[in-house]
């Protein structure tokens, strides 16, 4: 059974950074593309970032290009989302999300890990 | 940017009768259009695939049909258990873009 589970959420002050994690298991890590979706309080998903089984090719969305980079350790089954220059608007809790071959749809999700911007 | 339309807002169903939400793209997705199932407090979860393939451990109940730009997931029989948020999410093209969700409600 593959289960993702996300870490590194907080409380953290606009311009501020963070840094999420994600840990998978029950799968050939590296096999897979995987994602970033997050969800505000009390609205719909939005797709923020993916990248490739090797790490070689990555996505962003337009409101978080420039600020957030996504990354992989496909030894440690790990995937990472690097936050920076954060926002109020970026308060969410962030789901991690297998991609299946060919960046298809989000299979197995975590639980996710609650950001909040605020001063 | 490919723009997701779920209708409706909200739906009202009987247990045991069927429910029927839409989707629609603002250009073709041709069949790369997944619909998620998310209850309170919960993590989104993947129902179908590829427009109509459902996901692994997913009660025959639920179907979605439809190419291009026009989508439909059905749940045939209602159950309690069946009360959530549904999303459809298109990944034909970048960036990945999701509908605003149907809730649907047991009436």
């Known amino acids: 059974e593959v289960q993702v589970l996300e870490s590194g959420g907080g409380l953290e002050q606009p311009g501020g950074s963070l840094r999420l994690s994600c840990a998978a298991s029950?799968?050939?890590?590296?096999?897979?593309?995987m994602s970033w979706v997050r969800q505000a309080p009390g609205k719909g998903l939005e797709w923020v970032s993916t990248i490739s089984g090797s790490g070689a090719t990555t996505y962003y969305a337009d409101s978080v290009k420039g600020r957030f980079t996504i990354s992989r350790d496909n030894s440690q089954n790990t995937l990472y989302l690097q936050m920076n220059s954060l926002r109020a608007e970026d308060t969410a809790r962030y789901y991690c999300?297998?991609?299946?071959?060919?960046?298809?749809?989000?299979?197995?999700w975590g639980q996710g890990t609650l950001v909040t911007v605020s001063s | 940017e490919i723009v997701m339309t779920q209708s409706p807002a909200t739906l009202s169903v009987s247990p045991g009768e069927r429910a029927t939400l839409s989707c629609r793209a603002s250009?073709?997705?041709?069949?790369?259009l997944a619909w998620y199932q998310q209850k309170p407090g919960q993590a989104p979860r993947l129902l179908i695939y590829g427009a109509s393939t459902r996901a692994t451990g997913i009660p025959v109940r639920f179907s979605g049909s439809g190419s291009g730009t026009e989508f439909t997931l059905t749940i045939s029989s209602l159950q309690s258990e069946d009360s959530a948020v549904y999303y459809c999410q298109q990944y034909n093209d970048w960036p990945r873009t999701f509908g605003q969700g149907t809730k649907v409600e047991i009436k």
């Open positions: 999300a297998t991609v299946p071959g060919s960046y298809r749809q989000f299979d197995s």
């Open positions: 029950g799968l050939t890590f590296s096999v897979y593309a």
């Open positions: 250009q073709s997705v041709y069949s790369n």
